[in-house]
């Protein structure tokens, strides 16, 4: 397939006129920062402590970080339930090879864990529901390939209401069965995105392998993912708990919130969830475990001594400082807006990604991660000087995690989308049986009214 037309200024002859719109619009669109102070604007529907604006009440999932003891918020171990259920337990009861990502999705979309009996149903449906035609995989998946696999899934995602007969039916039912569908396909759609990627983009051969039927959806992405098809019990079991502990995360997240807002004005399912990873291919959203394994990488490649706890800080210090890295400050990875004291999926992933290392013999690498974790939290706390505790959130070792189980880089986002979409389709629905008022948040005008004048007076 030719190379896609880019979009060039110079071609289109267009270049200085454009840097001419660009100061024009960039001197008349700032907005003074006291004003928004003056006016106790809620930046980012956060209050001044930082804490989340309530705009919403929800039973899918609870994030907590604070206990309220004699009205005191007390920072505490993180904790995260699904439809009540805390993540821990749900994470610690699947035992013996059993696979947990389908009984999440069961429970965020139903309320209840399912029976054994109601689990092999669900997973059945599931299998069917998977299907992608050859004529979508050719016409859609096949066409526009593009290194972003998170702009290949919307594209698709969009591409289903074409095919489906009642895309603007936003009765409940319709809408549970179109989520499950986007739930079921959306592996596929990614795994047979990126290979169209490295196939047109980068002239390697491709191969399009069919999920098997009696697989868990993790070990169907690395079948389909990988030439061999081959994976260990543990890498599935581990991608299989990365899938769990990204399934949701509250309404307040911005992807969430945003499925929120779009489903409150009526739109159809494929807008709502194309919106949603619009949302997430954000490096402050669901592109921050890229980030960190971009950071970790710099850091390797700049510190001699791994084990050297000064060495290692000493760099902490120049990122922090804007000297090192990327220049934003940030130690990626780390902090999180509800969570204090610990993020329950980073301690639980973290766990799996000592066992995963230890059998890819990259202990060393992992020693490393568990030094910059426990030198940061100290670090950003001084560096800002701030009073509450600094931890490690999930993003810290889930890029970690891929990079062991040969995911590459294109898909880390993709994934992340993969494992919320069963979170966002529960918001959806619960949106839209409990038919709230269309979100509409207010803003202050603080412009100056002018008078208009006719095209030859200006």
Known sequence: MAEAEKFNLEKYGVKKEMEKLETIMLHNQRIDPNLYVEYDVKRGLRDSAGKGVLTGLTEISDVSGYQLINGRRIPSEGELYYQGVNVIDLVQGLKNRRFGFEETIYLLLFAKLPSREELKEFSEVMFKLQTLSGRFVRDVVMKASTENIMNAMQRCILSLYTYDEKADDIEPGNVLRQSLEMIAKLPMIAVYSYHAYRHFRKDEMLFI????????????????????????????????????????????????????????????????????????????????????????????????????????????????????????????????????????????????????????????????????????????????????????????????????????????????????????SAHRLEELVNAGKIIRPAYKYVGHHTEFLPLEDR
Request: a negative charge.
């Open 209 to 424: 392998r069919n999920p098997q039927q009696g697989l868990s959806m993790a070990e169907n992405l690395l079948l389909m993912l990988r030439p061999s098809g081959e994976y260990t019990e543990l890498e599935a079991k581990v991608l299989d708990i990365a899938l769990v502990l990204h399934a949701e995360h509250g309404g307040g997240n911005n992807s969430t919130f945003t499925t929120h807002v779009v489903t409150s004005s009526g739109t159809d399912t494929y807008s709502a969830a194309a919106a949603s990873i619009g949302s997430l291919k954000g490096p402050r959203h669901g592109g921050a475990n890229l980030k960190v394994q971009n950071m970790f990488a710099d850091i390797k490649e700049h510190v001699s001594d791994w084990t050297n706890e000064e060495e290692v800080s000493a760099y902490l210090q120049k990122i922090l400082d804007k000297k090192a890295f990327d220049g934003s400050g940030l130690i990626y990875g780390m902090g999180h807006a509800v969570y204090t004291l610990s993020d329950p999926r980073e301690v639980l992933l973290k766990s799996y990604a000592r066992e995963l290392a230890q059998e890819k013999g990259r202990m060393e690498e992992f020693a490393l991660y568990e030094l910059v974790e426990r030198l940061a939290g100290h670090l950003v706390m001084q560096h800002r000087k701030l009073f509450k505790n600094v931890c490690a959130n999930v993003d810290f070792y889930s890029g970690l995690v891929y990079s062991m189980l040969d995911i590459p880089q294109e898909l880390f986002t993709p994934i992340f989308a993969i494992s919320r979409m069963p979170g966002w």
